[in-house]
């Protein structure tokens, strides 16, 4: 059985500052219509790939690397 709140909770207020995210995590076969987009989006430049999915009635998404997302992390 899976704990209540975010997969990533035990930090530091200073971390906090540094790192406002609620992180949670997820491995399931069923995103992998999630990963052939985003390797389509690969193929078209040299460019870092983004992922934009929506569904009905919700907000989009924006899906990045998450190599990228700490190379951003770096650059602040």
């Known amino acids: 059985m899976s704990e209540n709140g975010a997969d990533v909770k035990i ?5 906090r500052k540094l790192f406002p995210y609620s992180v949670e995590c997820k491995r ?3 995103y992998k219509q999630i990963y052939t987009a985003f390797k389509q989006a690969t193929r078209h430049t040299k460019l870092e790939p983004l992922l934009v999915i929506k569904r009905n009635r ?8 998450l190599e990228h997302f700490f190379e951003l992390q770096e650059d602040e």
């Open 58 to 65: 919700e907000i989009p998404l924006a899906i990045i690397s």
């Open 28 to 30: 399931r076969e069923e």
């Open 11 to 15: 930090m530091s207020l200073t971390a």
